[in-house]
């Protein structure tokens, strides 16, 4: 099955802009959608598809994708930032699996 | 909007079995796909498998295949995983998530979430 690579950790200055990557073949093939996780809480969606924002999400959060790896940008990131976030595709092998990138930690000094 | 609610914490011995339950409100339940993912403590995500309620077909992912059945119950808007043969590594908290997919089938995505059961695997 394919894989999705996230840097373990990330770290922006408070209203600095961060970018958060996810690397892997299926990206060839499909769109990440991304989730923020802060501690004891369950995933919430931040991202899903080329661009699209859930209602309630901040307009600093945004997607973009280039070849095999897709970018969760944050522009202007505050405190409440402060999160781990996860990737995820469909899984290119063709049986409609799912894929989860292993997460990065954001840390807003 | 969708809701879903999951079952309490779970205390089980090395080789018996767990079920989860996730209950949904809102919206059509047998349209979704419901989706089961995993956290191991300190760890990333990691997808299980997933129902069609409405087909009443479960596709799994090959970790959990034979070990994981995941079923739905239209008529109270319950979706269950259930997982066997558990061992000390199963220890997670368990997630039920809606699953869409977008018209083309070029991005799913997950939301909402259940709020998670924690599983405990311990002799």
């Known amino acids: 099955s394919s894989e999705l690579t996230q840097d373990p950790a990330v770290s922006v200055a408070l209203g600095q802009t961060v970018r958060i990557t996810c690397q892997g073949d299926s990206l060839r093939s499909y769109y990440a959608s991304w989730y923020q996780q802060k501690p004891g809480q369950a995933p919430v969606l931040v991202i899903y598809g080329k661009n699209n924002r859930p209602s309630g999400i901040p307009d600093r959060f945004s997607g973009s994708s280039s070849g095999n790896t897709a970018s969760l940008t944050i522009t202007g990131a505050q405190a409440e930032d402060e999160a781990d976030y996860y990737c995820?595709?469909?899984?290119?092998?063709?049986?409609?699996?799912?894929?989860f990138g292993g997460g990065t930690k954001l840390t807003v000094l | 909007q969708v809701q879903l609610v999951q079952s309490g914490a779970e205390v089980k011995k090395p080789g018996s079995s767990v079920k989860v339950s996730c209950k949904a409100s809102g919206g059509t339940f047998s349209s979704y796909t419901i989706s089961w993912v995993r956290q191991a403590p300190g760890q990333g995500l990691e997808w299980m498998g997933r129902?069609?309620?409405?087909?009443?077909?479960?596709n799994y992912a090959q970790k959990f295949q034979g070990r994981v059945t995941i079923t739905a119950d239209k008529s109270t808007s319950t979706a269950y995983m259930e997982l066997s043969s558990l061992r000390s590594e199963d220890t997670a908290v368990y997630y039920c998530a809606r699953e869409l997919m977008s018209r083309g089938g070029s991005y799913n995505w997950f939301d909402p979430w259940g709020q998670g059961t924690l599983v405990t695997v311990s002799s």
């Open positions: 995820n595709s469909r899984d290119s092998s063709g049986n409609h699996h799912v894929v």
């Open positions: 129902i069609i309620p409405i087909l009443g077909i479960a």
